[in-house]
């Protein structure tokens, strides 16, 4: 027999508390121990009954949701809560999420949305759970290789690009594969483009249910205990934490929610790849910041070339160093009249790594939700993906040094914001 999902309803409106427990009554799985009409009643009853999911209505008359939300968490810690709402806005997604909610539904839902819901915040939190009573386990002095049973983080690199449509999602989702697959490391993708993130779909991914943004409560307390729930296995070996399924759910995630992201994929993975905006924004400024190495992408364009040229001023004030920026040039074959010399003498710097054109395998592979170095590893521009993960890959204990003039350079380079 299947385990229970104890259920709490919670609603100021007796006629909709009657109605989901009907709805509730078929599911073999869902037992509703108890029902509220405030959420004062809601507190006292959880902390009661001890239940794995509350069905919150975020407006009620004495207590709306979002403050009952937040006291639940110490009445009872143990209960993951569902709120419910007339009003799908963006704001009361955030202020639900951050008050510690695990999903969000939009009034009137379909009895499958409903249950679904609740199976899956269950299932998130006993994954949760299951995941960190091994964290308090005493670890040896040679696990890890390490003495004081910490082990070293990983090396993270972030794929960036101050001009769009140059390739760089697609160059960071081969190279986390090619880093996997013949690199033998243990790889985690992380889609840093937040609004508008690709990953998902080069890889036939589905962010429904599992991206940072399920994470937000978590990193803006400080914390990434589950982090490992959210992310996802993929069949080529890398692991992937997606970006929001919608661009409004953005906001949930702060610039300093996904430091903490990063850093809690570093101690688990040899190689935490993130695939940065082309929107030099708080948010992309954090990945750079994070980041052991850059890899700028551009290409045989006057537009790439004048933006990759104002970003190495920037990146100069800033404080990464050349050993930190690297330079890759994608579709370096193309015949567009700009050669390579001509770009660096225009960005003052030599390209570091080259990518030939090949829009033929590039184009069907990204159609198809495969990677092309997976469905044609033998193609030149495969192999210049190989070349590259392996010169990443070899600077793993390579850590350039924090500069110290970053704070007070970025304090004058956004002094207008």
């Known amino acids: ?92 997604l955030r202020r639900s999420m951050l008050a510690g909610a695990r999903e969000f539904l939009v009034k009137p839902f379909s009895s499958d949305e409903l249950t679904a819901s609740i199976r899956q915040v269950y299932t998130r939190e006993r994954e949760k759970l299951s995941r960190m009573a091994p964290m308090v386990t005493p670890r040896g002095p040679d696990q890890n290789g390490a003495g004081d049973g910490e082990r070293e983080p990983g090396l993270v690199v972030a794929v960036y690009s101050p001009k769009g449509g140059v390739g760089r999602t697609t160059i960071a989702v081969n190279m986390a594969v090619a880093a996997a697959v013949d690199g033998g490391k243990k790889v985690v993708l992380m889609d840093g483009s937040l609004q508008f993130g690709d990953v998902g779909v080069l890889l036939n991914l589905n962010p429904k249910n599992k991206s940072i943004a399920d994470l937000a409560p978590e990193l803006e307390n400080g914390e990434a205990d589950s982090i490992e729930t959210f992310v996802i296995n993929h069949s080529s070996g890398i692991r992937v934490l997606l970006a929001p399924p919608s661009p409004e759910m953005a906001e949930l995630v702060s610039p300093a929610g996904v430091k903490r992201a990063i850093e809690a994929l570093s101690m688990s993975h040899e190689l935490v790849i993130v695939d940065c905006s082309s929107s030099f924004n708080d948010t992309t400024l954090a990945i750079l910041d994070s980041a052991d190495l850059i890899l700028t992408i551009l290409s045989l364009e006057i537009t790439s070339i004048k933006n990759m040229r104002l970003f190495l001023e920037v990146a100069e004030q800033l404080g990464y160093g050349s050993d930190k920026v690297r330079l890759v040039l994608n579709r370096a074959d193309s015949t567009l ?48 993906i190989l070349r590259l993960a392996t010169a990443i890959v070899g600077d793993a204990q390579v850590k350039p040094a924090e500069d110290g003039r970053k704070a007070a350079n970025r304090k004058s380079l956004f002094a207008w914001r």
């Open 1 to 92: 027999m299947t385990d229970q999902i104890r259920v709490l309803i919670v609603d100021d409106i007796p006629e909709t508390r009657d109605h989901l427990t009907k709805l509730l009554s078929f599911e073999t799985d869902v037992d509703v121990i108890g029902a509220a009409a405030s959420g004062t009643e809601a507190i006292d009853l959880a902390g009661r009954l001890s239940p794995d999911v509350v069905l919150m209505d975020i407006n009620m008359p004495d207590m709306d949701g979002i403050a009952a939300t937040e006291q639940l968490a110490s009445a009872a810690p143990g209960a993951s809560v569902v709120m419910m709402s007339v009003q799908g806005e963006a704001d009361y």
């Open 337 to 384: 009249g700009i050669r390579v010399a001509d770009v660096e003498h225009s960005i003052g710097r030599k390209i570091d790594h080259t990518i030939v054109s090949d829009g033929r395998s590039v184009v069907y592979a990204l159609n198809r939700g495969v990677p092309f170095y997976l469905s044609n590893k033998d193609a030149q521009v495969s192999q210049d």
